[in-house]
């Protein structure tokens, strides 16, 4: 029953079914009552012309319920309940007649306009801002990351939720190598391999990548440190979006911080653009020195891309090259 119907059945107001041909309602007595008797004439009495109108409208009524296969409902308003059993028929929507003495019977009126709210909470309940899909729990600000040691940070990264990453990683892939080398290779994500075994660099691009260290007399556990921009691997190896690259940045600039590198080699174009905050190409970043933290940066080519364009092995050979000469002239210049 909808607030409005209930309200008129609470103030006897409501719909009442009258069995035809029994007791006239109080407009049919009206109407009686304006015709009047005819053995009454016009000079009448008015005390006349009162007991005729008693007689129509105390006339017993007998009231019918409706057929119908709807339910019927309960509607709680204040101490006074009430039963709904009308129906949508036009007629009965229409029909609003009773009698003087049923209304006579019906409850008084209750004080507030509003009582069928009574069972509703007297404050309104706090809505939280809706999340767009997929979104997840703000996390607390991750400045405390900056003050985290080795351990401290690896064990956060390894519970970290930051993003919707963590959701289908295997494990996190923290970093590899010596802390406290000269060189810091940064990679761009893990991938299947480095996700099921929690290292950077596994598999056949690993191997490359030992092999263009090798020929620097360098070593993953020898003078070079080697990370990742993110920590979990992107389902289908995509790119990572932004929000999840700001929400795992701190943990790379920790981890520079911790190792003290005297050089940085971005490995691939989504390493160098994450962290030179650009949008240009590896082939217009490749052969300049460029800043992170504080931290020259050599960019060159990723080693899964050299595998399958062996044509560049030459160019990411160039900028090794280059970056041996840049850390080397860094040394100079710290001597002297």
């Not at 009686?32 to 009454?40: H, K, M, V």
């Not at 706090?126 to 600000?141: C, D, F, L, M, T």
């Not at 099921?196 to 993953?220: H, I, T, Y």
């Not at 970043?285 to 020259?296: A, D, K, M, N, S």
Request: with cysteine; aromatic share 4%.
């Amino acid at each position: 029953m909808a607030l409005h119907e209930s309200a008129l059945e609470e103030l006897g107001l409501a719909t009442r079914w009258v069995r035809r041909g029994s007791a006239p309602t109080e407009a049919a007595a009206s109407a009686e009552i304006g015709r009047g008797d005819a053995s009454i004439g016009p000079a009448a009495s008015a005390e006349a012309i009162k007991q005729q109108a008693r007689h129509v409208v105390d006339a017993p009524v007998e009231t019918v319920e409706p057929q119908t296969d709807a339910p019927t409902r309960s509607v709680s308003t204040g101490n006074m309940r009430s039963t709904d059993a009308t129906t949508d028929r036009p007629d009965a929507r229409n029909a609003r007649s009773s009698t003087p003495a049923a209304s006579a019977e019906a409850p008084p009126p209750p004080d507030d306009d509003f009582a069928w709210f009574d069972d509703l909470p007297s404050t309104p309940p706090q809505h939280r801002p809706q999340q767009q899909p997929g979104a997840r729990e703000e996390e607390p600000p991750q400045s405390a990351v900056a003050t985290l040691d080795w351990d401290a940070l690896s064990e956060r990264v390894s519970a970290c939720e930051s993003c919707r990453l963590c959701e289908k990683r295997t494990k996190t892939v923290f970093g590899v190598g010596d802390r406290e080398a000269d060189w810091m290779l940064v990679g761009e994500a893990p991938g299947e391999n480095e996700d099921r075994q929690g290292e950077p660099f596994v598999g056949q691009a690993g191997k490359l990548l030992d092999n263009m260290l090798r020929s620097l007399d360098l070593a993953r556990d020898k003078n070079v440190y080697i990370a990742n921009v993110i920590k979990c691997r992107p389902p289908g190896n995509r790119n990572p979006e932004p929000d999840e690259v700001a929400r795992c940045e701190p943990y790379l600039q920790r981890q520079v911080a911790l190792v003290k590198p005297k050089l940085i080699v971005a490995l691939g174009r989504f390493a160098a653009q994450s962290l030179l905050k650009t949008d240009a190409s590896i082939s217009s970043l490749r052969g300049r020195v460029h800043t992170y933290e504080g931290v020259p940066v050599i960019v060159t080519y990723h080693p899964a891309y050299l595998l399958r364009s062996l044509h560049d092995k030459a160019k990411s050979w160039a900028d090794l090259c280059l970056a041996r000469d840049t850390l080397g002239r860094a040394a100079d210049q710290t001597e002297h």
